[in-house]
């Protein structure tokens, strides 16, 4: 199994990014052995994945990172690198190569001081690797100062450090950036090719897998997670129950305050899983003693982690309610489908009654305004409004169509 059997759909990128990572291999060959450089190479320094969410941008740079690092001892017969099964790949597609740094964001934006480390270890050489990687997952949320950092170090790159950033569209990068970096875009992955991977990687069953990969119209983690989680499933039942309690203002109040509070539970949960293995993990290192008392000059480091922390929680709110909103967004453009006689395939054939049902007693014009809600409704959470305000806000104008 190589790197790229992973990837759902993108055939033409994985072909594009093997050639590179063939002629990077013959590169790092040629400088070690001192021997004449290769005259064209499809191996650059910095690229750009763009696609939309689902695509796999993340999977896919990932994927090229280790092929970057693959140290089978099969290329040397000719053999391809990207493996999959070598020490320099698998470490790569676990996140823990040494010559790997990824970056993401904690909160809504990736600051400066969160790249500072990583902008200047992207000037050294690689450690023990082949190449130095620096991957970016969220290079929309890089602010102005911090997408300046990552603006100088890829116009002077090291000669040994490869930029992988990732983002929705071209439009969500600087210009300046993206004029510096080969683009390559990916498409969302069919819904059949999603069902397949589930059943021959997760072992999902056939039905489980088809149902979670048509919910989720072909993205690859949301439907793992469906497929795999009764209580993702569970949540989202409950988000397709919404349009159905919104008929009076009581009913629109409550549900917006049980989405809220579902989202912040999610964070809860995750808090409660990394926050203490953080804290102590960092306790440790930093050599507090056995009643936790931390050495003197180490508050400041405690407050970092801290506000890393409440960055991070309130990210995970907003990103679940997000999911709930995309959710919803789907079962309302299965309803102007019924509305319309289109041909396409329901999204939520599970609750195609209840799609029936709001088909006949409402217009297409009232589905589309009340599409537009939700999307407004992500842009309030987008420009930091008080959840529950904008999902309040939603709710109404769903009732109101």
């Known amino acids: 199994m190589t790197v790229w059997d992973d990837l759902v759909g993108q055939e033409k990128v994985s072909e594009q990014l093997a050639a590179a990572a063939r002629d990077a291999d013959a590169l790092v060959t040629a400088v070690a052995a001192d021997a004449p450089l290769p005259e064209a190479s499809k191996m650059t320094h910095a690229w750009l994945f763009t696609g939309p969410p689902g695509a796999g941008r993340t999977q896919t740079a990932r994927a090229f990172a280790a092929a970057l690092q693959c140290v089978s001892p099969d290329r040397a017969l000719g053999g391809a690198p990207g493996c999959g099964f070598c020490d320099g790949c698998h470490t790569a597609l676990v996140g823990t190569h040494a010559d790997v740094s990824t970056v993401a964001a904690v909160g809504a934006e990736i600051l400066v001081k969160d790249m500072r480390d990583t902008v200047r270890k992207s000037f050294t050489s690689p450690a023990n690797g082949r190449w130095q990687v620096i991957l970016v997952e969220d290079a ?6 911090s997408a300046n950092a990552v ?3 890829v116009e002077e790159p090291a000669p040994r450090t490869v930029w992988l950033l990732c983002a929705p569209s071209l439009e969500d990068v600087l210009p300046t950036i993206r004029s510096r970096c080969r683009h390559l875009n990916l ?6 090719a999603v069902a397949d991977l589930l059943v021959r990687r997760e072992g999902i069953e056939p039905g489980v897998a088809a149902a979670a990969a048509r919910a ?3 993205h690859v983690d949301r439907a793992r997670r469906l497929a795999s989680d009764p209580a993702a499933r569970e949540r989202r039942a409950a988000v397709l129950k919404l349009p159905l309690r919104v008929e009076d203002i009581g009913g629109c109040l409550k549900a917006a305050q049980e989405l809220v509070d579902a989202a912040a539970e999610d964070a809860k949960q995750l808090a409660e899983e990394m926050d203490g293995k953080e804290t102590d993990e960092l306790k440790a290192a930093m050599g507090a003693s056995q009643g936790g008392r ?3 000059g180490t508050a400041g480091v405690m407050k970092d982690l801290e506000e890393m922390q409440k960055r991070r929680r309130t990210r995970t709110q907003r990103d679940s309610l997000d999911l709930a909103l995309t959710d919803l967004t789907g079962f309302y453009r299965d309803v102007l ?3 319309l006689g289109s041909r396409i395939a329901l999204a939520n054939a599970d609750a195609e009654d209840t799609l029936e049902r709001l088909a006949r007693g409402s217009s297409p014009e009232s589905t589309l305004r009340r599409i537009e809600a939700i999307a407004a409704c992500r842009d309030a959470l987008d ?4 959840p529950l305000l904008a999902v309040e806000a939603m709710t109404m104008a769903l009732r109101s169509g």
């Open 294 to 296: 931390m050495p003197r």
């Open 140 to 145: 929309e949320r890089l602010n102005e100062k």
């Open 151 to 153: 603006l100088k170090a």
């Open 383 to 386: 420009r930091n409004v008080a």
């Open 337 to 339: 489908a019924l509305q």
């Open 216 to 218: 989720t119209q072909g």
């Open 187 to 192: 498409r969302t992955p069919s819904v059949d």
